[in-house]
């Protein structure tokens, strides 16, 4: 144990009053933890119950085991900000004070002078725990370089109890085995050593004793990378690893599926909603990814040109999906911005190389472009995401040598999505999107760059995603 500092009380201290933290807890694992399924709340509740009523036990606080899970409430409260409904928000703001956004940068900061109190190995799972959603917290704020950092401190820690190799106490229940495996699930992407996997009948929650473990997504997400990641790439071809991505979409179960699933359990378990439209955006993201790197080897093979097409669009379709999901309070989810933002950068490529106009989609691929550019649109004032991927998009569009039609149906497709929900009203339209009707020459578009408003001259301030998004070979395709 270590004195009671003056670091400890002040980052105890920033656990906010019980009405709001019960408030952030429950919204933890009504709308956070399923996008990661590492913690159990009937076991997290009976600790945060006892974490209650003996905070003011000068030796209990000052244990490394209390640290940890003072840390972890206050990870919990920060990531639950993220994501809280517009409802607790508003109760949050007027109550204590404070925006949203600064609270859960105070519960995150205080959880970090808590965390660097703790040295790899001591303080159990807890400690492993709270560290790996203090980096799921970075990433939804953008800062991707801290989140890795974090994230690598998760799995020291993982790996310092023996996580990795699945070793464990011989008076270790089942359960608490189950969690051990449940969060190395999730860090199983940044190392090579796999465990057996965790439950996936073990309820989150108690919701619905017959719907699917919350957790079963991420095993199945986690599959797909052991199995990708099981043979050295250069021995599988591209048809082969495209085969084994669509083996695994075509084998999700039927609450899973890409068609027709089971719907029957979302109203009681509503996380089901956001997991299938997720796992569907990893097999897709997936597939192109494996297709952006064989055209980088092969940039005209036409075959390889419409098989990315045909993927991309299907991404796109899904994206929208997720997003109309996810917006406005899970906006911050990386994958709700990333995504569709990566998927329409590859369309704007493969619609520039088609200088003969050829592409047998190409209306289809505009229109898709113009969904991202909307999507992208509606979350700069939500997450630091927006703002660097429309601008980003802004210069890929004004480089594509549209025709006058496609470049009208770029704009109705941005504004589609726009206009459908009345957002348009603190938007000047004159300045971002194209007015209805509107048919100026191509030329005129690009050359004012009034389509979307974003400027294209000098070098481009790629903002959060700046080393951690190919953008070079992007800059140098369209001479930006």
């Given at each position: ?53 003996r905070r003011r036990d000068v030796s209990y606080l000052r244990a490394m085991t209390t640290i ?130 965790p439950s996936t009948t073990l309820s989150l929650s108690g919701v619905c004793s017959d719907a ?81 790197t064989a055209l980088v080897v092969e940039p005209q093979h036409q075959n390889h040109i419409e ?174």
């Open positions: 144990s270590l004195e009671l500092s003056g670091p400890i009380l002040q980052a105890s201290r920033a656990v906010p009053p019980r009405p709001y933290a019960d408030m952030l807890v429950q919204s933890f694992f009504d709308n956070v933890n399923h996008h990661y399924c590492i913690l159990y709340q009937p076991s997290f509740q009976a600790s945060y119950e006892a974490w209650w009523s940890a899970f003072t840390s972890l409430i206050l990870r919990v409260c920060s990531s639950a900000t993220q994501f809280l409904p517009k409802d607790g928000q508003d109760r949050l703001e007027s109550e204590l004070g404070d925006s949203a956004t600064d609270l859960s940068q105070l519960y995150h900061e205080a959880a970090n002078s808590l965390s660097d109190l703790l040295p790899p190995g001591v303080a159990g799972l807890v400690n492993a725990q709270q560290l790996f959603l203090g980096a799921t917290w970075l990433k939804a704020e953008a800062n991707f370089v801290e989140s890795w950092h974090m994230l690598a401190d998760s799995v020291r820690q993982a790996q310092e109890i023996g996580i990795d190799t699945d070793k464990s106490p011989l008076d270790m229940t089942g359960y608490e085995l189950d969690s051990r495996r449940r969060l190395w699930c999730s860090l199983d992407t940044w190392d090579s050593n796999p465990v057996p996997y699917p473990s919350a957790a079963l997504a991420k095993v199945l997400e986690n599959q797909l990378g052991r199995v990708l990641s099981g043979t050295e790439p250069g021995n599988r071809s591209l048809e082969e690893s495209l085969a084994t991505v669509e083996s695994w979409m075509s084998a999700l179960p039927p609450v899973f599926s890409l068609h027709a699933s089971e719907k029957q359990w979302d109203e009681d378990a509503p996380w089901l909603r956001f997991q299938r439209l997720q796992l569907h955006c990893v097999g897709y993201m997936t597939q192109l990814a494996l297709m952006k098989k990315a097409t045909e993927i991309g669009l299907l991404a796109m379709s899904v994206c929208e999906e997720f997003f109309d999901l996810c917006f406005p309070h899970h906006a911050k989810y990386f994958m709700v911005s990333f995504c569709p933002f990566d998927v329409a950068a590859l369309l704007c490529s493969l619609l520039l190389r088609d200088t003969n106009k050829t592409l047998s989609k190409r209306a289809e691929m505009v229109n898709a472009v113009g969904s991202a550019l909307s999507i992208s649109f509606r979350l700069r004032d939500y997450t630091k995401m927006g703002e660097p991927t429309w601008t980003i998009l802004n210069a890929l569009v004004s480089r594509l040598q549209l025709e006058s039609g496609e470049t009208e149906a770029l704009g109705n497709s941005a504004r589609a999505r726009n206009l459908g929900d009345g957002e348009l009203e603190s938007i000047h339209r004159g300045q971002v999107l194209p007015s209805e009707g509107v048919a100026a020459p191509v030329s005129q578009w690009q050359d004012e760059n009034v389509l979307f408003g974003g400027s294209t001259e000098g070098s481009l301030d790629l903002g959060v995603l700046d080393g951690v998004w190919d953008w070079q070979s992007l800059s140098n395709e369209f001479n930006l």
